[in-house]
């Protein structure tokens, strides 16, 4: 009697543990799916060309993910099967961070004290550059406009810029 619950014990177990590994295994499976190179692809009102024709499967649509992050200006990456897309960073020495400015060129940043989204760039108590987030420009007290962007909350200025308003020597940092 003992044998026939040990034999008993044994065969659940195995069905037990194999079921778990069968449970969390993630499932990887073939479909059919149709190619639509008559879809077009729009974006910002504006027509592109796909290299790869988008897929249609069950009612949805799938876009190569590569060439829709280039064209969207994004980088992609592939790592521990999690796809990442982020910000493209042009060319380091092209461009400036907003926290080097305050920290190697001795600039202080004053916020304005109606709008959080506005503040200076200032040098010597005087106002060099005047960023607007609200409106997504920055301009110098004389009107001429620098560009920047913001890419995970760091504050990038061009320093072609910076240098044509004189804000930077060619020779600065």
């Known amino acids: 009697m ?92 092209e461009w400036i961070t907003l926290s080097s400015l305050v920290k190697d060129y001795d600039f202080t940043i004053r916020p304005s004290n109606t709008d959080i989204k506005f503040f200076g760039l200032m040098k010597d108590d005087k106002v060099l550059l005047i960023f607007d987030y609200g409106k997504g420009f920055a301009f110098t007290p004389e009107g001429q406009y620098v560009d920047y962007y913001i890419s995970t909350k760091i504050t990038y200025i061009s320093r072609k810029d910076l240098e044509h308003v004189g804000i930077l020597t060619p020779t600065s940092g």
């Open 2 to 93: 003992r044998l026939k619950y040990l034999i008993l014990g044994l065969v659940s177990g195995a069905l037990l543990a194999t079921a778990g590994t069968s449970i969390a295994a993630p499932v990887i499976e073939k479909v059919t799916a149709t190619i639509r190179p008559d879809f077009d692809l729009q974006i910002d009102g504006e027509i592109v060309q796909l290299e790869n024709a988008p897929l249609n499967y069950n009612g949805a649509s799938y876009l190569p993910v590569r060439e829709l992050s280039t064209l969207l200006g994004k980088d992609v990456d592939f790592q521990d099967n999690t796809i990442i897309l982020r910000d493209h960073l042009p060319e380091v020495e």
